[in-house]
């Protein structure tokens, strides 16, 4: 069972305007979120990410929300640039436990159009 | 500094045969992390080692699979046997410690014919 999901496999936006990539989870004891992107042929980058004590992290054009009761969280993108289109992968772990294996989403396919 | 390191980039293979993987860190981490993403799924977690432990050898699919890190730096990923089903993009990532962020490579590309 997906602890992490992404449920919309692509999204396609107009340059300029906002991209909002959504994550659920189930696991509670989840407590540090993370955002990839990733282009063709790379590995993944790591994007921007948020802990479980804040309900949203902002690095320039970009903004993680989450949402602790609804296990859910979501990243803004504003305003959308072509260099944008890549997947996204959301990611999860529990900060505080011996691991520190990221469960990941299945990613969203981010298409950008001028 | 010089990013994570991944070789081969790409290897193709006959079912049945043993490949090796190989995974430079980042000078420093104690951290590295296994992971793969198969065609049309998210990245899977497969093995984790941190310093001198034990590895978390939780997330390997078979025992046809194992991984080893030698002096806490370069870490090899064996698959022997190799089957159809293990084609995908085998991905090393490490990180400073355990909770913080993770740094990945570009990748190996496993086609198994």
């Known amino acids: 069972d997906q602890q992490v999901k992404q449920n919309s496999p692509s999204l396609s936006v107009q340059e300029g305007r906002i991209s909002i990539l959504n994550c659920d989870y189930t696991n509670s004891m989840f407590d540090y979120f993370l955002w990839y992107k990733k282009y063709p042929a790379e590995g993944p980058t790591f994007l921007i990410s948020?802990?479980?004590?804040?309900d949203k992290n902002e690095d320039g054009r970009f903004t993680v929300f989450l949402n602790k009761s609804a296990k859910h969280l979501s990243l803004h993108i504003v305003p959308s640039q072509p260099g944008d289109s890549a997947v996204y992968f959301c990611a999860a772990m529990s900060y505080g436990g011996s691991q520190g294996n990221l469960i990941f989403g299945k990613g969203t396919k981010l298409s950008v159009k001028p | 500094g010089a990013g994570v390191s991944q070789s081969p980039s790409n290897k193709v293979t006959e079912k049945g045969k043993d490949v090796e993987l190989r995974c430079d860190p980042i000078s420093g981490h104690t951290a590295l992390y296994w992971y793969r993403q198969s065609l049309g799924q998210g990245l899977e977690f497969l093995i984790y080692f941190q310093g001198n432990s034990a590895p978390d050898k939780s997330g390997l699919p078979s025992d046809r699979f194992s991984a080893e890190r030698t002096g806490g730096s370069v870490s090899t990923l064996t698959i022997q046997r190799t089957q159809q089903e293990d084609s995908a993009v085998y991905l090393c990532a490490s990180s400073r410690r355990t909770e913080e962020t993770q740094y990945f490579g570009p990748g190996t590309r496993l086609l198994v014919l």
């Open positions: 948020i802990s479980s004590i804040k």
